[in-house]
T-cell receptor, first 109, second 113 residues
């Protein structure tokens, strides 16, 4: 079953923060986060495997809740280069990777 | 190093014509392979995935099929294209138990006219 992302779209000014959520009705083995620029392939951001895990690099981080049913992606002090569509991908077992519908992030100067 | 090749990059095909998209991976063995489709402005829809030669799991029953004739080759096919088959097709692969990143090919933009 496809994970649910929210919001569907976000418009920010450069320097503002954003949170993108990804939720599932059942516990997940892992959560993957990707960013896709228009017309390009998705690019890997990070993966979370354990309940309660948090990780990040630069100004992009993510968390995975204890029940492993929800993950959030945090973008702080957003830059123009952060624009794109963000997808969460969930491992539903048997090597099946399913993505959410995406969150379109627009950063304006 | 590990690379993934997907071709062609763009394709314009008439309705009712056949389709064959190919994806090959280099630098790894026994990868998990995936085909996704993305309609304009939409999410990534899982079409097929394969964990080994000849093993295909289908998520979309429509007029598409997939085959894995070799360990590092994944082919998406159709006998007769529909207008609704238009979209951006992406091949991806994993190694192991999905605890690392998926690598995506550059995609094929298919327009059915």
């Amino acid at each position: 079953q496809q994970p649910v992302q929210s919001p569907q779209a976000v418009i920010l000014r450069e320097g503002e923060d954003a949170v993108i959520n990804c939720s599932s009705s059942k516990a997940l083995y892992s959560v993957h986060w990707y960013r896709q620029k228009h017309g390009e392939a998705p690019v890997f951001l990070m993966i979370l495997l354990k309940g309660g895990e948090q990780k990040g690099h630069d100004k992009i981080s993510a968390s995975f809740n204890e029940k492993k049913q929800q993950s959030s992606l945090y973008l702080t002090a957003s830059q123009l280069s952060y624009s794109g569509t963000y997808f969460c991908g969930t491992d539903q077992g048997a090597q099946k990777l399913v993505f959410g519908q995406g969150t379109r992030l627009t950063i304006n100067p | 190093s590990q690379t993934i090749h997907q071709w062609p990059a763009t394709l314009v095909q008439p309705v009712g014509s056949p389709l064959s998209l190919e994806c090959t991976v280099e630098g790894t063995s026994n990868p998990n392979l995936y085909w996704y489709r993305q309609a304009a402005g939409r999410g990534l829809q899982l079409l097929f995935y394969s964990v080994g030669i000849g093993q295909i799991s289908s998520e979309v029953p429509q007029n598409l099929s997939a085959s894995r004739p070799q360990d590092r080759q994944f082919i998406l096919s159709s006998k007769k294209l529909l207008l609704s088959d238009s979209g951006f097709y992406l091949c991806a692969w994993f190694v192991g138990q999905m605890n690392t990143e998926a690598f995506f090919g550059q995609g094929t933009r298919l327009t059915v006219v």
